[in-house]
């Protein structure tokens, strides 16, 4: 049986707690649960398994729905799960005022509203902690197992952590089934602030946070959006925290001989972002970029795109059914950004450095036909001094292509592609490098998915063939 909704008031997952009634004792059960449940969170994630998805249960909680709602599988966002997501973790068009199911608690008394500047505003925050877990258990068997930010070159040392040594032969990994965990929290702050944080612990280092931001929307939130603290940048259209793969992308976490500056899988800094007449989405940010380079220069990036039919990217005006994936809809964008980053080597007796600046370029279509979702990018960046050499530059040509078909709401493949070609003066300073992969996925309830990963490709020096095989479990609450 198929369920209609609008934007404003989606369904409530069928069988959840407290769903068919207004009892005072469901009520109260279902606040002592989820307050439960978010202790459990809490203690849990210290001990935990590595958490790679991007799902953040808070929401559901606070909106008593499904992860389905915003989510084809976690963490990758469907059409509404995109638009809660630029109404600053609002509902389009004011729906929060139907759709919220937790009342927030007020700071200070509204009647302060009326003799500001001679008081301090009143404010809201979430009346329970929004906290989450995800986490994604992940056993690999192959001859080249892939981490993160597998795309940088030999010699790159990527976030505090040296690539690891690929022997050829066959070889196993259970390290990422223990031993690293992410805390999770999303929110609002009333009507004109908005918040997102991600600790990660025991990933690439010890404890980090890997993102913490502040979003203010003065005006109506999807107009302007103006984020403050350390946050992805939006770029490609895709993301390295939104992807059927989870956290592995080598689109935007590749650096260049020596240079480990990349624009992932986040910067520090202020970004700009909105929607003009429902469809043209537009970004612009300066950020210090991780390499630890000194100085008054800051990262610079910026995105335009435009989307054709489907739900628009505020959400506004769009009745989405059930199956909240299905549309037909073509997304295009283009991108740029301008960093730098800083190159560090041993001479004979000697340590040396030296800033490389790097231009990137890019352009991206984004089609869903039905159940077929579709994503292409291509870029191009420059590096000036990549290396140990002056005056020694170098091009990064990248191209990514991603397919998933929805069999049926709870299963689906996807196929993925990403290639490489870094380019110098001669020939050769060429080399290439790309990766096939094959994934399936189930989704067993609304918070835990089955995965299983092929992967084939090559690397430079090498002939094409068989790379890893992998299974993962994941889960969020």
């Not at 899988?265 to 390499?291: E, F, K, M």
């Not at 869903?368 to 000036?384: C, E, M, S, W």
């Not at 070609?421 to 990766?435: E, L, M, N």
Request: aromatic content about 10%.
């Amino acid at each position: 049986m198929r369920r209609d909704f609008t934007t404003t008031a989606p369904p409530r997952a069928p069988g959840r707690l407290g769903s068919i009634g207004g009892a005072a004792r469901d009520r109260a059960i279902r606040r002592g649960a989820a307050f439960a449940l978010a202790a459990i969170a809490f203690v849990g994630a210290l001990v935990l398994a590595p958490a790679r998805a991007e799902a953040i249960p808070a929401f559901a909680r606070r909106y008593e729905t499904s992860c389905q709602t915003c989510h084809l599988v976690f963490p990758k966002l469907n059409p509404f799960g995109e638009a809660f997501r630029r109404n600053g973790y609002r509902f389009p068009s004011k729906g929060d005022a139907t759709a919220e199911k937790e009342e927030p608690l007020p700071l200070g008394n509204e009647a302060l509203k009326d003799v500001w500047p001679n008081a301090v505003y009143p404010g809201q925050i979430p009346a329970k902690i929004p906290l989450s877990v995800a986490a994604d258990l992940r056993a690999v068997l192959g001859t080249h197992l892939e981490p993160h930010n597998a795309g940088a070159p030999p010699g790159a040392v990527m976030e505090g952590m040296a690539m690891p040594a690929d022997t050829g032969t066959l070889q196993s990994d259970f390290g990422q089934l223990g031993g690293n965990a992410r805390i999770l929290a999303g929110g609002t702050f009333g009507e004109v602030a908005s918040f997102f944080m991600a600790i990660s612990i025991g990933m690439h280092e010890p404890i980090e946070v890997e993102r913490a931001a502040v979003t203010f929307t003065p005006f109506d939130p999807t107009a302007l959006q103006i984020k403050l603290g350390r946050f992805e940048p939006e770029l490609h259209g895709i993301s390295i925290h939104r992807n059927v793969f989870g956290h592995m992308l080598r689109l935007t976490t590749m650096g260049v001989l020596l240079d480990e500056a990349a624009p992932e899988h986040y910067v520090s800094g202020l970004q700009l972002a909105g929607v003009v007449a429902g469809r043209l989405g537009w970004s612009a940010g300066l950020g210090q970029n991780r390499a630890p380079v000194p100085g008054l220069e800051k990262d610079v990036f910026g995105r335009l795109e435009y989307k054709f039919g489907g739900m628009r990217l505020d959400g506004v005006g769009t009745t989405a059914g059930s199956m909240a994936w299905r549309e037909y809809s073509l997304t295009i964008g283009g991108s740029g950004y301008h960093g730098r980053g800083q190159v560090t080597y041993t001479m004979p007796g000697m340590d040396m450095s030296h800033v490389d600046r790097f231009n990137r370029v890019g352009l991206d279509a984004h089609a869903v036909i039905r159940d077929l979702l579709i994503d292409v990018v291509v870029a191009h960046q420059r590096n000036d001094q990549p290396g140990e050499k002056e005056f020694d530059p170098r091009n990064l040509d990248l191209a990514f292509a991603e397919v998933t078909y929805v069999a049926h709401p709870w299963f689906f493949p996807t196929v993925r592609f990403e290639g490489s070609r870094v380019t110098g003066p001669v020939k050769a300073d060429t080399t290439s490098k790309w990766i096939g992969l094959l994934g399936v996925n189930a989704i067993v309830r609304a918070n835990l998915v089955l995965r299983a990963e092929l992967a084939t490709g090559t690397d430079p020096g090498e002939k094409f063939g068989f790379r890893y095989a992998a299974l993962n479990g994941s889960f969020a609450f």
